[in-house]
């Protein structure tokens, strides 16, 4: 054979072995299952009763009243009663006269999760959006607001409250305020079984602020260790190797 002819065997012979290396990694992560694309949340999320429109994958109204609670003196010591604003009613009955509250709130607390949510137009399951989520604050626009809560509330903060002088609220006075739930990265966070996109034990548990499991803990994309790698690369260095001698020798050859 020709030295120029058996140059481009060997390039030819070293460029199969690369490329038949290269075919494992680009087919494992074709089917690594990580997401490539943005979650989407799908339709929107509404609060109804004032009229609030959330495009995310979670909405969440909380109601707070004005009340009394009994409170210690950090003083004195001695048992007395404090205004604070709380989510739940209070229970009043066994109060001492002057330090009554309402029964129940007039309003409830809400929360909406996305049932159409989807990540490369696969679906995302619930769980994912309960356990990886993140509650972020959400200041609505208040143009849809029906006119009878119109009437009661006005803007307060990043939501709505009902005082007359939020400076001084008067017991029994509510404020509402909302959130949205949001996504993080997922990469590396999720994995898709039987069509449906869910968290993997290891970053619901460090959700959780939880130690991860070690055993189930998987490098995606990730060549096996077994030499194959490193044995592959030198037979194709040192075919090129050759076929680049062999070609300056056929070029020493015709100079001569």
Do not use: C
């Not at 929107?44 to 009229?51: A, I, P, Q, T, V």
């Not at 950090?74 to 009663?81: A, E, H, K, N, W």
């Not at 968290?199 to 998987?218: C, D, G, T």
């Amino acid at each position: 054979m020709k030295p120029i002819a058996a140059a481009r065997a060997l390039f030819a012979l070293a460029l199969a072995a690369m490329l038949a290396l290269a075919a494992p990694a680009a087919a494992q992560d074709e089917d690594s299952g990580e997401p490539l694309g943005e979650p989407v949340a799908g339709s929107g999320l509404r609060d109804r009763d004032f009229g609030v429109l959330s495009r995310q994958f979670g909405l969440d109204r909380r109601v707070e009243m004005y009340q009394w609670q009994r409170s210690t003196d950090p003083v004195s010591g001695q048992p007395g009663y404090q205004r604070i604003w709380n989510s739940a009613p209070i229970d009043s009955t066994r109060f001492e006269p002057g330090h009554v509250n309402p029964k129940r709130l007039p309003l409830e607390n809400r929360r909406w999760w996305s049932e159409s949510a989807t990540l490369d137009g696969q679906p995302i399951d619930s769980s994912v959006l309960r356990a990886l989520g993140e509650w972020k604050v959400f200041r609505p626009n208040f143009s849809r607001l029906p006119a009878n809560l119109a009437a009661t509330f006005q803007p307060e903060g990043d939501g709505l409250g009902s005082s007359e002088n939020p400076l001084a609220p008067q017991i029994g006075d509510l404020r509402v305020s909302w959130r949205e739930l949001r996504l993080p990265a997922l990469e590396g966070k999720l994995e898709l079984r039987d069509g449906v996109w869910r968290a993997k034990p290891e970053a619901i548990a460090e959700a959780l602020h939880a130690p991860p499991s070690r055993a189930s803990a998987v490098v995606l994309g990730q060549a096996p260790d077994d030499g194959r790698w490193s044995w592959g690369w030198l037979v194709a260095g040192v075919a090129l190797a050759l076929a680049a001698l062999l070609w300056l020798r056929g070029r020493r050859r015709r100079a001569g």
